[in-house]
C-alpha cells in the first residue's frame, strides 16, 4: 500500500506501463478475494465497503426489475446497511417482508419458503449478525432460494475471514465483504456478483468492474485488501481457535462471577469472536463510559447506531424487554487481543458493575489534615 500512495501512480485503465503495472496489482488482489471466497475473480466487484455492496445488492435488484416490482426477503436484525436502503426502496415502491427471529436472532427456513411470492426478486439475510454474532442458516435458504429461483443475497460483512465464506458452499448469488473487518483498511470492500447474473450498476460511468462500477479504481486500498484477504485464509482455519478460547474464558467468567448477566444470542452457532452480554439494572452507556476510561473498548449495538436513544433492533427482535436491551453490552475480539488482556477485563468490570448497581462505595478520597498539607 505504501509504495501505491507514494510512488506507484498508474491509473488501472491506461494502456500505458505504468497504468498496466497498477492493473496488475489490482487482478493479483482480485484474485486473492476471489480465493477466500472460493469464486472466479472476475465475480469480485470491488466496492468502498459493506454499506456499498449491500446497497448495490439491494438496489440493483429494484432498479432492474423495472415497472414490475420486487418483493424482498429480509430479516428484522440486518444491519442498518440493509434495513434502511430495505425502507428507501419500500417508499419507492417495493414490497418488503422482515422476517423475525427466535431468542437467539435465527430466522426459521420454513419461514422464507413461506414468504415467497411469484414477484420474489430477492432474499437477503445475512451470515452473522454484528450485535450478537449469531450465524443464520445460508445453507438452507440458499435452497430454498435456489428452489424457487430467487436470487439470495447475503451480508457477510461481519464473517467473511472469521468463519468459512466459500461462496460455493454457502450457495448464495450476491454476498457483501467489509474490508475493514477483516483486518484490511477502512473503505474497501466487495461484492461477489455470481457469474451470468443480471446486474444493474448504482455507479454508472466507465467500464471499470467490467461495466459493473464505474469510476478509477482505489488501487492501493484494493491491494491492502488483497492482503487481507490472503492472511485471512489462515486465519479462518487456526487463529480463530485461540480467538474463541479467549472470549470463552470472558463470557463463562463474567456469567459465572456477576450475578444478574446472560448471554444474547446463540451459544454454538455463532462467530467465535462476540459476546454479547446483559447487565440487569445497568445502562450499557454508563458501563461503557467507565470501561472506555480503564482503556477497554467496547460497544452496544452497532457502530453505526451509536449516538441514537433507541434500544438495539437485534436484541429486541430477539425479544429482550427494552431496558435490558439497553443494559446489554458487546465485547469484540480479535488476533491482536491477548489473554492478559482478558485478565485484565476480567479484574475491572465486576468492580464498574458493583458501582454502578450502588453496591460497593466510590472510595473516597483521603481525609488531610492540616499537617499533611503541602506547604
Ligand atoms: C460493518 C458492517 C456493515 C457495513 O460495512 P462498512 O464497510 O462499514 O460499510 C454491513 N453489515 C454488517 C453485518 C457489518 O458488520
Redesign the pocket.
Known sequence: MQQLLQGTFGNPSSDHWAGQQARETVEKARCQVAALLGCQPEEIVFT?????S?NQALKGVFFAAGKDGVHIITSQV??P??INPCRFLERLGAEMTYLPVDGFGRIDPDEVRRAIKSRTTLISI?H???EVGTIQPITDVARIAHEHEVLFHT?A??SVGKISTRVDELGVGLL?V????MYGP??I?ALYVKKRRQFQPMVIGGQQERGRRGGTENVPYIVGFGRAAELAIDNVRDENTRVRKMRDRLEDTILRSVPGTMRNGSKRERLPNTSNIGFTNVEAEAILLLLNQLDICASSG???TTGSVQPSHVLTAMGLPPDLARSSVRFSLGKYNTDDEVDYILEHLPVVIRRLRGETEIPKRPQRTAQDRPT
Open positions: 468502498s465497503g459493506g454499506s456499498e449491500n440486518e444491519h446497511a440493509v445475512m452473522a449478525n454484528n451480508d460483512a461481519q457483501s467489509a474490508g475493514h473487518k477502512k473503505g470492500g452497532s457502530a453505526c
